[in-house]
């Protein structure tokens, strides 16, 4: 579903807890914004609890 953005992204620099959970250090942290009502209503509802980023890459050869 659509609704959602990418609000900060970052690996941990230190031990630290977040919402009552325990982050360690090297861990990769996500903030997401969810901006669609009926997605929210979704994840208030329990009925939407995880997502799965899409992404894309392209090989390079690296010159020897």
Do not use: M
């Not at 009552?20 to 997605?39: C, Q």
């Amino acid at each position: 579903k659509v609704g959602c953005k990418l609000r900060e992204c970052y690996i941990a620099p230190v031990d630290f807890e977040l919402g009552g959970e325990k982050v360690k250090k090297g861990s990769w942290v996500l903030a997401v914004g969810v901006y669609d009502d009926e997605v929210w209503k979704e994840v208030v509802a329990g009925r939407l609890t995880g997502f799965s980023i899409q992404g894309t890459a392209a090989a390079q050869r690296e010159a020897a």
